[in-house]
């Protein structure tokens, strides 16, 4: 069923969840968690007139972090720079669920969302965010993850890559399901209609209880993860449906978009969001 898009409000609520969720409202705690880190690798003690007026002291720091988080990078393109936001998918991949999941609301698309991937939470966070600004209850958020990493490369376009994205090289990127739900808590978004999907891609989503979907998300970055992800639940996107792909510059993640479009015939095109992300509508067949 087709419903009206929420209100000046619910626009409102949604505009400070994702600039909470990017963590453009503690930059300044950013700041300072950088500035203590620093002083402590220096054996210095702090100066409390800086951690107080720590914008003023580091202006560049403070520019070059927001920029990163609206962009959706990290800072430097360092891994270990990843910050304390709840996201790291920037202003306009946000912005792009948003319209996606408005138009599937509007149009009256059925079925739930999904994200394959998730890292701390955020942008699963934000559907739900967007299905309670709508008022919508009959939809759910499914939040699949290893929720333990990424896997070590095993195929041959990840192995080409020359990087490991695994627990044991870049334990930034490997969140665990606690924190993942404590996400969801601190937004007072955790309810029955958020479900959890524990374990590799390969394992929980091909017998996953997921009956349709109007929203498949992957931000997997490997070709293995984005391949088990859209051969699994491709089926069960309906057609009008949006799959978005959060890793395009990966050359893996890319490769396997394009084989899987090739040997689906699916000839819907791809549209660029960003730097990275891309997205399709399912067209009817």
Request: some cysteine.
């Amino acid at each position: 069923m087709a419903i009206s898009p929420p209100g000046p409000p619910g626009l409102r609520y949604l505009e400070l969840l994702k600039r909470s969720l990017l963590g453009q409202l503690y930059i300044d705690n950013e700041l300072r968690i950088r500035y203590l880190k620093r002083c402590i690798d220096a054996g210095e003690r702090y100066d409390p007139i800086v951690l107080r007026d720590i914008q003023r002291h580091f202006p560049d720091d403070s520019f070059a972090i927001g920029y990163a988080v609206e962009l959706g990078a990290p800072l430097d393109w360092n891994l270990d720079n990843l910050g304390f936001q709840h996201t790291m998918i920037g202003r306009k991949r946000l912005d792009n669920i948003q319209e996606c999941v408005g138009r599937i609301l509007e149009e009256g698309v059925p079925g739930d969302l999904i994200e394959c991937g998730v890292w701390r939470g955020g942008s699963a966070v934000f559907m739900r965010g967007l299905l309670e600004a709508w008022g919508v209850l009959d939809r759910l958020v499914w939040v699949a993850d290893s929720f333990q990493g990424l896997p070590p490369p095993t195929t041959a376009p990840d192995l080409a890559m020359g990087q490991d994205f695994s627990a044991d090289q870049c334990p930034a990127l490997a969140v665990d399901l606690d924190t993942v739900i404590g996400t969801f808590g601190a937004y007072d978004l955790l309810d029955d209609r958020v479900k959890f999907l524990k374990g590799w891609f390969k394992d929980t989503l091909p017998g996953s209880p997921i009956e349709r979907l109007a929203l498949l998300r992957l931000d997997g970055d490997l070709y293995e993860s984005t391949r088990d992800a859209l051969e699994a639940l491709y089926d069960k996107l309906v057609p009008g449906g949006y799959v978005i792909v959060d890793d395009f510059c990966l050359e893996p993640c890319q490769k396997a978009v394009h084989d899987f479009r090739a040997a689906r015939a699916i000839e819907a095109p791809v549209v660029t969001i960003d730097w990275t992300g891309v997205y399709w509508r399912k067209e009817h067949p």
